[in-house]
């Protein structure tokens, strides 16, 4: 998968890159990712990329031509690529975007800064806008960072083991159970003794009820109901029970 990220600060996204998985993951070719200077396909002497905005108000916006000139070389050599725009305004990202981009071969993300970006690129020359949350951020470069990072991830080859995938949040629909590692006994706090026993039907049981209760408590946006099957029901109807015994609820009840 090729990933071009269009921006007037490439060095807040070349360190992040070069990291961890990622990093590996350029190395091994299992992804490209291009950083492309808009400032270079600005085309007066001072190279300018942002202007006051018409009708007045505060801040700048990004003039039109060196965004619409750095698309295009990206349009031309490869028209297939889907450019997205980072916008406050655009689809709210979450997994299931994720997965929809990581079936592309070619995106290009662009990244607003000031005001944002003149509109008649929004209308001619972007095929997706796309928000990281209902909040702003100065600029678009660690949203872009946070889906080329939520993407990436999901290639084949990319995560030691693709399994991690399977059971995480989000992708079964529910927030994934707890985890525990070494020590055993932690500052006095003991790890489940299921987890101990061996016993792998009772721990995959255990991890659903898990996964069904703290979806429960922390989303329950999440948990359709009518989607759930009654063995599922049940087992979070009986965590409901075991958690109410301790004092442990649903927040706001
Ligand atoms: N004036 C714009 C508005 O009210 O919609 C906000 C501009 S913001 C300060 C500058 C740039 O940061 C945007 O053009 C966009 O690229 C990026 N940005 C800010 N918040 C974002 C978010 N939640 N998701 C994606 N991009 C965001």
Known sequence: MIIDILTIFPGMVAGPIRESIIGKAIERKLIDIRVINIREYAVDTHRTTDDRPFGGGSGMVMKPEPLAASIGSVRENDPTARVILLSPQGRLFDQKIAFELSRLNHICLVCGRYEGVDERIRNHYVDDEISIGDYVVTGGELPALVIVDAVARLLP?????????????????????????????????????????????????????????????????????????????????????????????????
């Open 157 to 253: 080859g990319v995560l030691g083991s693709d399994e991690s995938l399977i059971e995480e949040s989000f992708t079964t629909g529910l927030l994934e159970y707890p985890q525990y590692t070494r020590p055993e006994i932690f500052e006095s706090h003991r790890v489940p003794d299921i987890l101990l026993s061996g016993n792998h039907g009772a721990i995959q049981r255990w991890r659903r009820q898990q996964a069904l209760f703290r979806t429960w408590q922390r989303r329950p946006d999440l948990l359709n109901n009518d989607e759930l099957s009654s063995e599922d029901k049940q087992l979070l109807a009986e965590e409901i029970e075991n958690k109410k015994d301790l004092g442990i609820e649903k927040p706001g009840n």
